[in-house]
């Protein structure tokens, strides 16, 4: 009999989950908004999901990936700077009152990286490094083929180490985090500094966002620049260094195989890849004196962490 799994992806807007085989095939997918009020109604709503899929396909594991701190026996969410009213909740505890199946609580992250250690771009690695570039930075570690959490299950936080001292205030608290100079709000960023310095340069960009600043989204951004534009091109260009300087100081602490970058900024394809790679190069410490891991872009897209909580339900 197939050992089939369901993993539930939980997000700002959504609880998408979905039914995966042992090859990592959705079979059946169901989706809700997520509630604005979290808490129990969002607690409710993930148990609603998994009794809908539940009715359609026999499976022997439930695993949960959402965004925050997950504690290290992978049970409750210590964090959640996206969702209200969910610190401290023990999930686990919660969806098994409701659902008599064996259930994994796991960072959205850390599920997408296994994800694609196990079905993705780095299929057959060891030793993977994944970053998400999204409206922050994510991060994921596998381990000597297992994935690496730390001592209290908030390990490969990436986007939170601290790489510009009295930089720009981070949603953490601190200032000068990664994820505020490499990620899509990142980019968001270094293309309205430009537009400050001369507006006249602007008028394309402009025209895409309705006439004003504020209505320049992230895909005017990636169309402008797939189509040359000088401003967009650098938004992506100074973005790029700042990922792949990042990126090349976590390697020289982690010494990664591969390093897979995914997450909803790495549909810009080579606009970011390209200067991601060159700044991974130019910063690597002792680069060329050791071997160097390769960079990949993700292959599972959005489906990366519910593919990859669903099979770390299954373990």
């Known amino acids: 009999m197939e050992n ?7 997000g700002g807007t959504k609880v998408l989950g979905g ?20 808490g129990s109604a969002l607690t ?8 809908e899929l539940l009715a359609q396909h026999e499976a022997a594991s439930v695993g949960i990936s959402a965004a925050g701190f997950v504690s290290s026996d992978r049970q409750t969410m210590l964090a959640t700077p996206n969702i209200a009213d969910w610190n401290g909740v023990n999930l686990k505890a919660e969806i098994s009152r409701e659902i008599n199946l064996p259930v994994v ?27 998400t570039v999204g409206t922050g930075i994510g991060g994921g570690l596998v381990n000597n083929g297992a994935l690496y959490r730390g001592a209290f299950g908030v390990a490969a936080e990436f986007g ?7 930089g720009h205030l981070c949603g953490c608290g601190s200032y000068g985090c990664f994820e505020q100079y490499a990620s899509g709000s990142a980019l968001h960023r270094h293309l309205l500094e430009a537009i400050a310095l001369d507006p006249s340069r602007a008028t394309s960009l402009l025209a895409r966002g309705n006439g004003t600043v504020a209505g320049i989204k ?35 602490i982690v010494d990664p195989a591969c390093v897979v970058i995914g997450g909803g900024v790495i549909d810009a ?17 002792f680069n060329g004196k050791h071997p160097a891991p390769k960079v990949l872009v993700a292959e599972l897209g959005n489906d990366a962490g519910l593919v990859g909580v669903a099979d770390l339900a299954r373990r």
């Not at 089939?4 to 939980?10: A, K, L």
């Not at 039914?19 to 979290?38: M, Q, Y």
């Open 19 to 38: 039914v995966v085989d042992s090859a990592g095939n959705i079979l059946t997918t169901h989706r809700e908004d997520t509630p604005k009020a979290g």
């Open 105 to 131: 609580i796991e960072n959205d992250a850390n599920a997408a990286a296994w994800g694609e250690a196990v079905y993705g771009a780095g299929r057959g690695e060891s030793e993977l490094m994944m970053v």
């Open 218 to 252: 992230g895909n005017h951004i990636t169309d402008a620049a797939r189509e040359g534009d000088e401003i967009a091109v650098a938004a992506f260009n100074t973005t790029g260094d700042w990922l792949g300087a990042g990126i090349a100081s976590i390697c020289m």
């Open 269 to 285: 394809g080579e606009l970011l890849m390209k200067p991601t790679r060159a700044a991974i190069e130019k910063y690597m410490p």
């Open 4 to 10: 089939f799994s369901i993993g539930v992806d939980i």
């Open 44 to 51: 409710e709503t993930i148990i609603g999901v998994i009794q």
């Open 160 to 166: 939170h180490m601290r790489l510009v001292p009295g």
